[in-house]
C-alpha cells in the first residue's frame, strides 16, 4: 500500500452514528493530520496529532495514532448530514531535509451522512 | 478566519499554451506550497517556498512549471506549455512560520482543464 492510505474509501452512515476512518502509511512521520473536503472545495485542516501523541480531541473529532502500526484513526461522534464530505489524512515525514509543508496525502474516504 | 484566495476558480486552455494560477496567501504567513489533484487521485505536494526561493519541490514539478511572488502579496504558479495530463485541481496552501506541527491552510483551488 502507498503511504497515507485511508480505508474504508467510502463510508454511508445515519445522523447520529459514528463514523470511524483509518489510515496507513508507511514512513517514519513527524506528524498526521486529517483534512475535509467538501465537493469542489479546498481543504479544510481538522486536526493534528504528533507523533509522540496517542490521542487528541477537537469538539466531536478523536484522533488516534498508533505508531509502532504506522496508523491512525478518525472517528466523527454524533454525525451530521453538514459532515458529509471527503476526509484525507496526510503525514509529515520525518525525513532530513524534507520542508514543512510537504504533506503526503492519502486517497480520502468519502463520508455521507444520511439526515 | 483569514484565508487564501485562488483566482481563477476555473481556467481552460488549450495544449501548448501557458497559464498562471494566482493566489493570495494569508497575510502573515511566510512559507506558500502548491499542490495538485487528478480527478480521482491523490493530492500531490508541487513545491514549497520561503523568502523568494523554492524550499522543495516534488518530481512533478519539472522545468515546464514555475512558481514567482511578483509582490508582497500574490503567489503564482506558471505552467508554461501545458499538456492535456496538467488537467487537474491545483490548490494554493501557506503557513504562518513553516515549522513542523503547524497546519496548513489551503484555497479553494483552480480547477485547470486541458484540452
Known amino acids: 500500500s502507498q503511504q497515507g492510505e485511508e480505508d474504508p474509501q467510502a463510508l454511508s452512515i445515519q445522523e447520529g452514528e459514528n463514523a470511524t476512518m483509518n489510515c496507513s502509511y508507511k514512513?517514519?512521520?513527524?506528524?498526521l493530520q486529517w483534512y475535509r473536503q467538501n465537493s469542489g472545495r479546498g481543504l479544510v485542516h481538522l486536526i493534528l496529532i504528533r507523533s509522540n501523541e496517542r490521542e487528541k480531541h477537537s469538539g466531536r473529532l478523536r484522533v488516534t495514532l498508533d505508531t509502532s502500526k504506522k496508523s491512525s484513526s478518525l472517528l466523527i461522534t454524533a454525525s451530521r448530514a453538514a459532515d458529509t464530505a471527503s476526509y484525507f489524512c496526510a503525514t509529515a515525514d520525518n525525513a532530513g531535509g524534507t520542508s514543512y509543508g510537504k504533506l503526503t496525502f492519502g486517497q480520502g474516504t468519502i463520508l455521507t451522512v444520511h439526515p | 478566519e483569514p484565508e487564501v484566495t485562488q483566482t481563477p476558480s476555473h481556467q481552460v486552455t488549450q495544449m501548448g499554451q501557458e497559464v498562471i494560477l494566482r493566489c493570495v496567501p494569508i497575510s502573515n504567513h511566510l512559507y506558500f506550497y502548491w499542490y495538485r489533484q487528478i480527478l480521482g487521485q491523490k493530492v500531490e505536494f508541487l513545491v514549497s517556498f520561503y523568502n523568494n526561493e523554492i524550499s522543495e519541490k516534488s518530481e512533478i514539478f519539472d522545468d515546464q512549471f514555475s512558481v514567482e511572488r511578483p509582490d508582497g502579496s500574490n503567489f503564482t504558479l506558471k505552467i508554461r506549455s501545458t499538456k492535456l495530463e496538467d488537467s487537474a485541481m491545483y490548490f494554493c496552501?501557506?503557513?504562518?512560520?513553516?515549522?513542523?506541527?503547524?497546519?496548513?491552510?489551503f484555497g479553494s483551488g483552480t480547477q485547470l482543464s486541458v484540452l
Open positions: 496552501a501557506s503557513s504562518e512560520a513553516g515549522q513542523f506541527n503547524e497546519k496548513l491552510f
Open positions: 514512513t517514519s512521520i513527524n506528524n
